[in-house]
């Protein structure tokens, strides 16, 4: 038996378009070994963060939560040198800020460019297109940190904004989608009918393009989530973003494991609350992009 199957549906014309593709036993083993492994990792780092210190070194280790979650979390909130609820609050207004900004400026920009014609669009996206071969954070680390001391702004929250409020990727993954998921008979339409170029955003674009805005937006905040680099940079120690909390926890409580699980499990939380929450979203943009490609 082979690892797919092809079944016909009972009506409709034999074709490659009417078939229905079925998983046979070799490719759910697989994925389910795949998830498994994938799955594994994280399951554990939230069973080892209800674990008291002891237990994690139990051999063999426990592969079952414990009861002491609450306790574990009150000890990270109040450890020395992190300051992680600071870093986690931080860490969600700078994400979900960026992540509004990229989505709304890419959106508004791809429309602009796939299906708006004006002077000069190509040399535009173009000069879009080279900002992302070119490793701008590195290179621009030292002038940048100027521009913050400049003003005034080293040591706050909106230093670490202001430079992602913009992302270029975003802004050609928009105009590709934008150019495949609108006809462009659509907008000719509204327009006849008296639309105006915001309306025809409004009411024909955006709902047209909402799984590629789902996958823009996961994208963006999972990125501005785990920066490092820069905020490590621009920040101070008692104003950090989670990323650099754990680095301190990790710096100041080494050798307190289930605290670095209970700090790591708390960081990763969020990320799995957005995909619940868009995960529907997100795969039909996948699913759309797969099929178009």
């Known amino acids: 038996m082979t690892a797919i199957q092809s079944r016909r549906r009972p009506a409709g014309p034999a074709s490659a378009a009417n078939r229905i593709w079925d998983a046979g036993p070799l490719t759910k083993v697989v994925l389910t070994f795949a998830l498994v492994l994938s799955a594994f990792p994280i399951y554990y780092m939230f069973v080892m963060a209800t674990r008291s210190n002891d237990e994690a070194l139990d051999t063999p280790p426990p592969l079952l ?21 600071t870093g986690l609050i931080n860490s969600i207004i700078i994400s979900t800020t960026v992540t509004v900004s990229v989505v709304l400026i890419s959106t508004l920009a791809g429309f ?6 004006f002077r000069g669009s190509k040399i535009l996206l173009g000069s879009i297109l080279l900002t992302m071969m070119v490793p701008l954070q590195q290179m621009g680390i030292v002038p940048l940190y100027e521009m913050m001391v400049t003003l005034g702004w080293t040591g706050q929250i909106q230093a670490v904004i202001l430079p992602f409020l913009v992302n270029g990727f975003g802004v050609f993954m928009m105009t590709q989608y934008t150019s495949q998921a609108v006809p462009d008979e659509l907008v000719e339409a509204a327009r006849v009918d008296g639309a105006s170029t915001m309306r025809i955003y409004a009411n024909v674009i955006l709902p047209a393009v909402r799984p590629g805005m789902a996958v823009l937006a996961l994208l963006t905040f999972m990125q501005n989530w ?15 973003v989670v990323q650099t909390s754990i680095a301190a926890l990790n710096q100041a409580h080494g050798t307190d494991y289930v605290m670095l699980f209970t700090g790591t499990a708390a960081s990763v939380l969020p990320l799995v609350i957005v995909f619940v929450a868009f995960g529907r979203q997100i795969v039909g943009g996948l699913m759309e992009g797969a099929v178009k490609a």
């Not at 909130?77 to 609820?85: G, R, S």
């Open 65 to 85: 939560p414990g009861g002491n979650l609450g306790d574990n979390v009150n000890r990270l909130l109040e450890a020395e040198q992190a300051y992680f609820a």
């Open 226 to 240: 785990n920066e490092f680099l820069w905020p490590s940079i621009v920040l101070n120690p008692d104003n950090p």
């Open 112 to 117: 602009a460019f796939a299906k708006l014609k």
